[in-house]
Nanobody, 116 residues
Framework: QVQLVESGGGLVQAGGSLRLACSPA?????????TGWYRRAAEKQRELVAI???????NYADSVKGRFTISRDPAKNTMYLQMNHLKPEDTAVYYC?????????WGQGTQVTVSS
């Protein structure tokens, strides 16, 4: 059962930008204590990219600091990941995550491919 729906992935050249979006299939994005983006590159483990708490505090992986920005728009019921200055090593499937005290919810993933 799909809980979160991602969009915005695609193919981009190195140095380019993409914006990912994530919305709940039902309910409110504000119902999650923390929402975030994770990614899994080929033959690697899933890793944290960025998270944002309900109050607005954020945290980023060192590899994306200064290039990626996570945000949440309750009016549009959507979370975003603005990715600038993309590098080939950012190529991965990006997953949206919603965390509550009871459990974690995941999207199906969206592919981001950065060509050199």
């Amino acid at each position: 059962q799909v809980q979160l729906v991602e969009s915005g992935g695609g193919l981009v050249q190195a140095g380019g930008s993409l914006r990912l979006a994530c919305s709940p299939a039902s309910g409110s994005i504000s119902s999650y204590d923390i929402t975030g983006w994770y990614r899994r590159a080929a033959e690697k483990q899933r890793e944290l990219v960025a998270i944002i708490a309900r109050g607005g505090s954020t945290n980023y992986a060192d590899s994306v600091k200064g290039r990626f920005t996570i945000s949440r728009d309750p009016a549009k019921n959507t979370m975003y990941l603005q990715m600038n200055h993309l590098k080939p090593e950012d190529t991965a499937v990006y997953y949206c995550n919603g965390h509550t005290r009871r459990r974690d919810y995941w999207g199906q993933g969206t592919q981001v491919t950065v060509s050199s």
